[in-house]
């Protein structure tokens, strides 16, 4: 697509109906002023715009994915329950059938991501695949993208052949002790992130009132699952990285129904439940740092929490300045900045066991350097070279 038919697209769409609630996931107001900032041939913006819809049109090839889609049938004997197997687990060298498998933290058991067995990358695929083109669709009003994306959303969450049962009874099973365990939800947060992006589709007759009513129900039973069930349950108590994801999720879902008291309370709790657990005086996570792979959990972890505080600027909590004993997120965030540098300007102390990349952390830094107003993180944003033409410059723009 041409930069002339982008601004062209995006000119005409500045005059359509807006998303009937926000787009949580992106600063207040952010997403207008992109579109704006692209009609007025912002060259950053508009290098964003072409990433997203490059993005976009390879979406556009992904046939919809489906939990029933799996060879494996779940304890259940219901293909439509979610079913996965934990990924760092491996089978047992020292007994003769391998069972219980035994834990090598960070180290991916291939099993675990085999489609047959597995609803793992298909459930990473629908979300990743909704909020591209919910965000393609927004910018262009490209009724492509709309549509595709309500077939997506359709098939994994309202047609009774394909629909997904609402609860992860079956996640992150550990062969030889259990069916699944909390520590599983983690993976339902691209669950949220499709949650969001269909309300950009609003205006779309492509995603009808019926479609949108239907799957705000199933997003409530989910949500109501997450958090009374016992799985549930445990992964709200998790107080490191899974504990911070599950109240993105949760949270998330919660903004993208309605439910705006259950996103306050989660969001309120967060300086004393996870900050003042997770975050030490001086920065650092040390229930990340115990990791194999500490420096990426660190970052995870991080990244988490900028959502959660994104989230707050849509609700008025400010969790940008909060504290929770010692912890807060700034401190945590300049914990890791002289290893965000282009080069690091440290040698990264704590095990890490493979080489990680910091590229969601580039959205991290835009969010904090809005937010605190402090040109450090901006420079350590632009130290990247490829950071122009990232997402997040149509999400968080300067």
């Not at 494996?72 to 491996?90: E, I, M, N, Q, R």
């Not at 085999?114 to 910018?139: H, I, P, Q």
């Not at 599950?246 to 709790?269: M, N, P, S, T, W």
Request: aromatic share 10%; with cysteine.
């Amino acid at each position: 697509m041409s930069w002339r038919l982008l601004a062209l697209l995006v000119v005409t769409a500045l005059g359509a109906a807006e998303p009937v609630r926000p787009y949580f996931s992106a600063r207040p107001g952010a997403l207008e002023k992109s579109r704006a900032l692209i009609a007025a041939g912002d060259e950053t913006a508009r290098l964003a715009l072409k990433k997203l819809v490059a993005d976009a049109d390879k979406a556009m090839a992904v046939e919809p994915p489906s939990v029933t889609a799996k060879a494996k049938v779940p304890p259940s004997g219901d293909k439509h329950d979610y079913l996965s197997l934990a990924p760092y687990f491996w089978p047992d060298p020292s007994k003769p059938d391998g069972l219980p498998y035994v834990r090598r933290d960070g180290q991916v058991n291939p099993e675990s991501r085999d489609e047959a067995a597995n609803d793992t990358l298909r459930m990473r695929l629908l979300g990743k695949s909704v909020e591209t083109l919910g965000l393609a669709y927004y910018f262009t009003k490209d009724e492509r993208y709309a549509a595709h994306a309500a077939r997506l959303l359709r098939v994994w969450f309202l047609a009774p052949e394909t629909r997904m049962n609402p609860r992860l009874r079956f996640a992150q099973a550990v062969a030889g002790k259990n069916d699944g365990r909390g520590t599983g939800i983690l993976e339902s947060r691209y669950v949220g992130f499709a949650a969001d992006a269909a309300g950009l589709l609003q205006g779309s007759p492509a995603w009808t009132e019926n479609d949108r009513r239907q799957f705000d129900q199933w997003l409530g039973v989910f949500l109501d699952w997450l958090l009374t069930s016992a799985p549930g349950k445990d992964e709200a108590a998790a107080k490191n990285n899974h504990g911070t994801w599950f109240d993105v999720q949760a949270a998330q879902i919660a903004l993208a129904i309605g439910r705006q008291d259950v996103a306050l309370r989660l969001l309120e709790a967060v300086p004393r439940k996870r900050f003042a657990a997770q975050i030490m005086a001086d920065g650092r996570q040390p229930l990340e740092l115990v990791r194999t792979t500490s420096f990426g959990y660190s970052c995870y972890n991080l990244e988490a929490h900028a959502m959660l505080a994104n989230f707050g600027d849509h609700l008025g909590v400010d969790l940008w300045r909060a504290r929770g004993g010692e912890g807060s997120f700034r401190v945590a965030l300049d914990f890791l900045t002289p290893y965000l540098e282009t080069p690091p300007a440290r040698k990264w102390p704590y095990p890490q066991i493979k080489a990680e990349g910091a590229d969601e952390m580039l959205a991290v830094l835009r969010l904090a350097a809005l937010a605190y107003r402090e040109p450090a993180y901006e420079r350590l944003v632009a130290g990247h070279a490829d950071a122009r033409g990232k997402r997040f410059q149509l999400l968080f723009p300067r």
